[in-house]
């Protein structure tokens, strides 16, 4: 079988597989890295949601490992302290502060899209970027959500 | 275990209730439990009826009503929850109720926490594994979790400290009544202290016997904003759900599911084939039955793979019940099945109005899963279930396993919103490790979720006024849906196997939930409320979607409310003042009025609503302020349905003793965005035997761009010493407001529901063969 090799959550990690397996599933299935949550497999709902190479937002669900090359680094939930080396992100800190979780699903997801777009947009988050961003809380944390990340793009 | 353990059993309050600061403090009969350490256990508290006026308008549900039938369902075995404080200091409860989101491990910790006097990071919240000793006490449902469980767990707690103060009164040589509790220590007058951790051992009993303690009337925490004790593990990524487990062996597994809503798989043409695919360990068929969905099972190394397979596979399909059913035959059924409205009084004004409210998803973003270990002597089940009881009894007879032989762990749940009062992820994944004779991780795609999971089923609602001058004489309406699937009856076999007798699931349970719940909260004199149903309970895929019938049953009376307002030409507000029955009803109502500036002028185009629901003993108002202008309506957001817009909520709640406020604020904010969703944009479309929806940007869930942009929750100050039920109350008042304050942005008057959906197709419905869409393969370009 194929090898797939790439540094996540800053550690080099080869597996193997074939190709088109798609990155959520060697994530969770193979790695048993269970942050990044399926919630359709369709790059729809973002309860997957990681960065790479930075914060960047992707979804692993609808990209196939072998797209993925020995030098990307690819950051879920869990490595995300790691990338300001602190204990918490500072977007976890304001999840935390306004206590935005309720079931938590899809909290993983949000908060690594929150990084990217406040990583995008700078301190500045206007409500029309809040407005684009897709991820589902079926719980309806949402007006919690935008809270904390206008906090905490305060803060970043 | 070690520990000191502490339980009510049986046990009933004595009758010397006194009133301190406004809290009861009421005296508990309980029981310390033998055991290497200390156990308590306590009893249900069951309130008098109170006395009554005489009111203009009374309804049966006005004296008893559901919350009342679960708490007294629950009373007997609550003497079998117990208290465990542990040999590290910490305190264990193993709640026998399911957490899916709604903050009840939090709530509960912090009444632990409170009446022992330690703070709230000691208290360890476990999920107890099904306990069929526990009958009617191990249901998650109707809201009711905190009302029926607050006083037993005070009352654990409360006997549990008595013993450790009496253990340390041995070693410090102080009367109990001179020490207390600092922090992980029992604390004398002379400063002298011993740890809890220390007691735990020291204060355990060994043999069983019959206490009695007083409940602490002082809280430090129940009443105060607390954050949710899962928060850092949620935030963190480590809060684990069914499918994060790590079960040796248990392989990702799917099921190739039919094309018509409960069709079942009859052949498997390429079985040999999908077999041998990359990954692939086993495919059987699994025969569709009333307990299993059922279909073409694929076990493989990675959920992709079980996609593969899952598309690749060649099924013949015998087609289900509703293969040729669509919408509009459904709702022609619904018309035809409502019971007739009484005859109208002679001379009076009358205002009717039909509504139709379409079928809803009831999906959870986790999507159904359970990991399931079945061999040939015994079975072992781990799944988010509300009803885990009746899920262990009914396993027995799926898996021809005697009940001790199978144990039942109740995961986390990533939401419920009443689909996991069912355990059809569990009794199919059990299925298929029999099956398969192997562990199993089963999960359903997204696409199943919405085409096969469980609905809210589509009802419609006939409602009539009589009116005569400034008087409302009475009001009838007349409820008919596709039947609410109740075959797991309250939680447990005996109750569930009534509910799946011929007729009985409509007669038995039905309109005993509908009229156990639904009320009007005005002096509209007579009033009539009726139920019937359509279909048998397993034609569609039903369940007691969040705050069953309320939603739409509210929405009907809300919306002929703001008619006859007009009618009589008041104010929308000042009429529901005028005819209020209920005086928590009326104060949250003006709380919404004043925080909400009702009145305000406002452009064209957009307008406020306004609405009450009273239920699970609580009272709430919401106003909503609504944006229908071409401008926000016509917003173009790629693969989204924009529509109107609701700018503004505001909720009053009065559920009684709010015990978190913060998770209460959580709850209303969340039964918001339902209500919002269910007005204006949520429902699944029917056609041809099966429901077109397939994604999340298919069924339209509130999405950020239809968020209100300003949410505010008042919370009432406590009007009862007892916790009222929180989850579901919100999502029926943010609904008939949201569409009382379209009808008014818009001078129309809406009848179907959610507005948009007669609006042609705002998508292209995935194929039922294959019945899943596969994954995209482009997610790096889409990186953002």
């Given at each position: 079988m194929p090898e797939h090799t790439f540094i996540l959550n800053g550690e080099k990690t080869t597996i193997d597989c074939?190709?088109?397996?798609r990155l959520l599933w060697v994530l969770?299935?193979?790695?048993?890295?269970?942050?990044p949550k399926y919630?359709?497999?369709?790059?729809?709902?973002?309860?997957?949601t990681c960065h790479i190479n930075g914060p960047t937002a992707f979804n692993p669900?609808?990209?196939?490992?072998?797209?993925?090359?020995?030098t990307d680094e690819i950051t879920t939930i869990e490595g995300l302290p790691a990338t300001v080396h602190e204990p918490l992100h500072p977007m976890q800190q304001a999840w935390l502060d306004l206590d935005?979780?309720?079931?938590?699903?899809c909290q993983p997801g949000q908060i690594m899209a929150a990084v990217a777009l406040v990583a995008e947009k700078?301190?500045?988050?206007t409500e029309d970027d809040l407005d684009g961003?897709?991820?589902?809380c079926r719980c309806g944390t949402y007006p919690r959500i935008r809270e904390a990340i206008t906090t905490a793009a305060k803060q970043m | 275990m070690t520990g000191v353990v502490v339980r009510p059993r049986g046990a009933t309050p004595s009758s010397d209730s006194t009133e301190t600061g406004g809290v009861s403090r009421r005296r508990f009969i309980g029981y310390l439990i033998a055991g290497p350490t200390l156990i308590a256990a306590a009893p249900q508290f069951i309130a008098p009826a109170a006395a009554r006026a005489a009111i203009a308008t009374h309804q049966p549900v006005d004296d008893y009503d559901l919350s009342d039938l679960l708490n007294e369902a629950a009373a007997?075995?609550?003497?079998l929850i117990t208290v465990v404080v542990n040999k590290d200091g910490t305190v264990s409860f193993a709640l026998p109720?399911?957490?899916?989101?709604?903050?009840i491990t939090t709530a509960v910790a912090m009444t632990i926490a409170d009446e022992i006097g330690i703070?709230?990071?000691l208290v360890n919240i476990t999920l107890a594994d099904a306990?069929?000793?526990?009958n009617w006490n191990q249901l998650t449902g109707g809201s009711n979790t905190m009302h029926s469980i607050f006083y037993p767990v005070r009352a654990a707690a409360a006997i549990a400290k008595d013993q450790l103060l009496a253990a340390a009164a041995n070693i410090l040589?102080?009367?109990?009544?001179?020490l207390s509790v600092v922090g992980d220590q029992i604390q004398a007058s002379n400063g002298k202290s011993v740890s809890i951790g220390e007691l735990a051992t020291r204060a355990a009993v060994t043999k069983t016997r019959q206490v009695s303690t007083t409940l602490s009337?002082?809280?430090?925490?129940?009443?105060t904003p607390q954050r949710r004790i899962d928060a850092l593990d949620i935030v963190t990524g480590r809060k684990q759900f069914a499918m994060d487990l790590q079960i040796p062996n248990a392989l990702p597994t799917m099921v190739c599911r039919p094309?018509?809503?409960n069709g079942s798989a009859k052949?498997?043409?390429n079985l040999a084939t999908v077999k041998r695919?990359?990954?692939?360990?086993d495919v059987v068929l699994i025969p569709h039955t009333q307990y299993v969905a059922g279909g073409v099972a694929v076990r493989a190394q990675t959920f992709g793979q079980c996609i593969d397979a899952v598309r690749a596979l060649e099924v013949t399909w015998e087609p289900?019940?509703?293969?040729?059913?669509s919408d509009a035959d459904v709702k022609q059924e619904l018309v035809k099945t409502q019971l007739p409205l009484l005859p109208a009084l002679p001379g009076v004004k009358t205002l009717e109005q039909s509504f139709t409210f379409y079928f809803r998803p009831g999906d959870?973003?986790?999507?159904?899963c359970a990991v399931a270990n079945v061999t040939k002597d015994s079975a072992e089940v781990w799944s988010s279930l509300k009803s885990p009881i009746w899920a262990k009894e009914q396993l027995v007879t799926i898996?021809?396993?005697?009940?001790?032989?199978i144990s039942v762990h109740v995961a986390q749940g990533g939401g419920s919103f009443g689909r996991h009062l069912f355990a059809d992820a569990a009794f199919e994944a059990a299925a298929i490790s029999q099956a398969m004779g192997k562990p199993v991780k089963l999960m359903w795609h997204r696409t199943d979720n919405f085409r096969q999971g469980r609905t809210h089923p589509m009802a419609v609602s006939t409602v009539r006024v009589q009116y005569s001058g400034g008087d409302v004489l009475a009001l009838d309406q007349s409820h008919a849906s596709v039947a609410t699937d109740f075959s797991m009856g309250f939680g447990e076999i005996i109750s569930a196997m009534f509910a799946t007798l011929p007729e009985t699931n409509s007669l038995g349970y039905s309109q005993t939930i509908f009229n156990l719940t639904q009320q009007v909260?005005?002096?509209?004199g007579v009033v009539a409320q009726v139920l019937n149903e359509a279909y048998a309970y397993d034609t569609f895929n039903t369940g007691s979607t969040r705050n069953i019938y309320s939603p739409d049953v509210v929405t009907a009376i809300e919306l002929i409310v703001d008619q006859l307002a007009a009618e009589m030409r008041t104010d929308p507000l000042a009429f529901r003042r005028a005819f209020v029955r209920d005086p928590r009803l009326l104060a949250v109502l003006n709380k919404v009025a004043q925080a909400g500036s009702w009145g305000r002028p406002m452009p064209a185009g957009t307008a406020q609503g306004v609405a009450l629901h009273g239920e699970y003993k609580g009272a709430c108002a919401c106003l909503v302020e609504i944006d229908c202008r071409p401008a926000t309506v016509n917003r173009k957001i790629e693969d989204a349905f924009t529509g109107?817009?609701?700018?503004k909520v505001v909720i009053a709640v009065d559920v009684?003793?709010?015990?978190?406020p913060l998770g209460l604020e959580a709850q209303m904010i969340g039964g918001a965005m339902d209500g919002i969703a269910h007005a204006l944009t949520y429902s699944l479309h029917l056609k041809d035997g099966h429901f077109l929806e397939g994604s999340w940007d298919n069924a339209y869930y509130t999405r950020e761009w239809n968020v209100p942009l300003d949410v505010e929750v008042i919370v009432m100050p406590p009007t009862t010493d007892k916790p009222g039920g929180a989850g579901?109350?919100?999502v029926a008042p943010v609904m008939a407001a949201t569409a009382c304050a379209y009808a008014r942005a818009t001078a129309t008057m809406p009848?179907?529901?959610?507005?948009?959906?007669?609006?042609?197709?705002?998508f292209t419905p995935y194929p039922t063969v294959p019945p899943i869409p596969q994954s995209p393969t482009n997610g790096l370009s889409e990186a953002y």
């Open positions: 074939p190709d088109d397996v969770r299935d193979l790695l048993g890295v269970t942050g919630g359709c497999g369709l790059d729809v709902c973002k309860a997957c669900c609808s990209v196939p490992v072998s797209d993925i090359k020995p935005v979780p309720q079931c938590g699903y700078g301190s500045d988050i961003i897709r991820n589902i | 007997p075995t609550s003497g109720r399911a957490e899916v989101g709604q903050g703070a709230l990071d306990r069929p000793e526990l040589q102080e009367p109990p009544d001179d009337s002082n809280y430090t925490l129940v009443g094309p018509t809503i052949q498997v043409i695919m990359p990954g692939v360990t289900g019940p509703t293969a040729d059913l959870p973003l986790e999507p159904n898996l021809g396993l005697p009940l001790e032989a909260p005005y002096n509209f109107p817009r609701v700018t009684g003793l709010a015990i978190n579901e109350l919100g009848t179907e529901f959610p507005v948009n959906h007669n609006q042609p197709l705002g």
